[in-house]
DNA sequence: CGCGACTGAACCGGTTTCGGACCAATTCCC
DNA sequence: GGGAATTGGTCCGAAACCGGTTCAGTCGCG
């Protein structure tokens, strides 16, 4: 990790390379959880002391980690870690993919997908239509290996995220799929995945394909929400 | 390494022997990042000491690097590097934070929120609007303190996500949640935080809310959606 | 000698850091 | 409940430090 970098991130305005010092200690001790989160951390007077510096310039460093939301503070009380280090996708409740339904699954790829699609066949350089063609070739070439159809699917479709160059877009969906991945219907629909499905599919994906290439915005998303509506029915047929 | 054609480069005027010793040396020491970009190096005096040679001599240089963009001056806090020796290029698995920019931030708030807010409005238990009834509460107290009201928009969009009842939707919006915190957007917004904004905000939330409790799901969704609107005019505006 | 490069020093105005005092909120403990 | 201790919030002035500027002096070389 580039700690400059980090640092450039962190501070936004220009700050004194003492402050600066002190901000990339403290965030790092967050980082590396020696102050997890939801604790409260010692007191600006000791950090001070800790540090080596004035208690005026802890308080601007934490002025920096507070207004990045690392940090809260309360007067009287103290600081405390506000900070997530990992996305906290297992949280109180056991984890996400254990949680979503199929149903579940598919009512979030019905939000993400369409406009996915749409951001994706705006912004995808041909390049990228290069190597999602490359996807496709290889999803035609398959016959009846049903993981190697399901791996090349999920290749197709991270392209796609990673096409609409929107880095958040493309985590969520990134999620999505990890979620499908881990719960149970990816053995579910490995049962439907006879290789008549299989030659199906391909058809879909070769439309959606050429309407991606062909920049064809329209045809693209009506094309994936179609898609989406027969997995639906799929679903709701063999529940 | 070719230290006469660096030199030339970089020198472009003639200058001293000495002035252009220093140059080669302080440069070298920014590309090898022993000086990293971002940082600040040495002051004018240290250097001079170091490099065994006069200050007006180190401030020669200084000006020939920052006259090259390799340097930036402040006066009264610092010389700092600029250079970057990779010019960095976007790299993909970097963090999501990093990469995604306040657009693509609400872009995505774009294609979420609306379902999510129909979707809350449908399964939300009573329970669940009485929990969020108190955020309203909390948000509607805040005066001034942007700290505070801005934890508890996000409070308030965390219960809405709960609500939908759709863990992997719920994380979707968290990992959204999570990138603008960590991101260089929250220290915008907070620019544009006045108590009167705030106030105006409140107002907002208590509608939306209103819609929430009453199961009115077209109001809820067609408000978020005006909202994301009045969103974007804002980053436009400002940005 | 004259000229340009370099030196050393002083001074200026700005920024940053420091040390401390005082306040208000919170917590602790009797 | 109430006082003491602790914590963050605020403010201030002094001191240190920084780059910006100027200038008289020194050195080397043609």
Do not use: W
Not at 136 to 142: D, P
Not at 152 to 173: D, F, Q, V
């Amino acid at each position: 990790m580039t700690d400059a970098l980090t640092s450039q991130i962190l501070t936004g305005h220009s700050v004194g390379a003492t402050v600066q010092v002190v901000i990339d200690a403290l965030f790092a001790r967050i980082k590396s959880e020696e102050y997890p989160a939801d604790t409260r951390l010692p007191s600006e007077r000791t950090l001070a002391s800790d540090l080596g510096v004035s208690r005026n310039t802890v308080r601007e460093a934490l002025d920096v980690l507070e207004s990045r939301n690392i940090i809260r503070r309360r007067a009287g009380s103290g600081s405390f870690v506000t900070y997530r280090s990992e996305p906290e996708i297992p949280r109180g409740d056991r984890s996400v993919a254990e949680n979503t339904s199929p149903l579940d699954h598919l009512v979030v790829r019905g939000i993400l997908e369409p406009e996915m699609v749409r951001l994706a066949v705006i912004n995808m350089t041909p390049r990228d239509l290069e190597d999602l063609g490359e996807t496709l070739t290889r999803i035609e070439a398959v016959r009846t290996d049903a993981v190697e159809f399901v791996a090349c699917e999920e290749e197709l479709y991270r392209k796609i995220a990673k096409g609409t160059r929107n880095p958040l877009l493309a985590s969520c969906y990134e999620l999505a799929i990890q979620v499908c991945q881990q719960s149970f219907r990816t053995a579910l629909m490995r049962r439907h995945l006879t290789p008549r499905r299989i030659q199906d599919y391909q058809q879909r994906y070769n439309t959606l394909f050429n309407a991606i290439a062909s920049r064809d915005v329209e045809s693209a998303v009506e094309f994936i929400k179609l898609h989406l509506v027969e997995e639906q029915k799929l679903l709701l047929q063999e529940g």
